[in-house]
Nanobody, 125 residues
């Protein structure tokens, strides 16, 4: 069974930065894409960023392009989300996810089988 554990959330002022981490256990992440989604209060969960299994290709939601960076360390079974220039509208619970199929890469929620429990990010002055 794959388990994903996120960390690094918290309260930050607008314009600030946070780095989220997600560590996997129960399976190597080496051949699987990793992604971040988020869900704001009263809204549906939405795609934020994803990295292919090799880390050489990434994808971002338009709302975070140029501000967020996804990276991964396969040896540590960890994926990161560096968030800069944070805005109040970035406030949400952030989830990491990974698919059940090797090499798949998607921005669609239903492509991901394993999910973390989420970490709260609040951007407020």
């Amino acid at each position: 069974q794959v388990q994903l554990v996120e960390s690094g959330g918290g309260l930050v002022q607008p314009g600030g930065s946070l780095r989220l981490s997600c560590t996997a256990s129960g399976r190597s992440i080496s051949y699987y894409s990793m992604a971040w989604f988020r869900q704001a209060p009263g809204k549906e969960r939405e795609f934020v960023a994803a990295a292919r299994w090799s880390g050489g290709s990434t994808g971002y939601a338009d709302s975070v392009k140029g501000r967020f960076t996804i990276s991964r360390d396969n040896a540590k079974a960890t994926v990161y989300l560096q968030m800069n220039s944070l805005k109040p509208e970035d406030t949400a619970v952030y989830y990491c996810a990974t698919p059940g199929t090797r090499y798949s890469f998607s921005d669609q929620e239903n492509a991901y089988v394993y999910w973390g429990q989420g970490t709260q990010v609040t951007v407020s002055s």
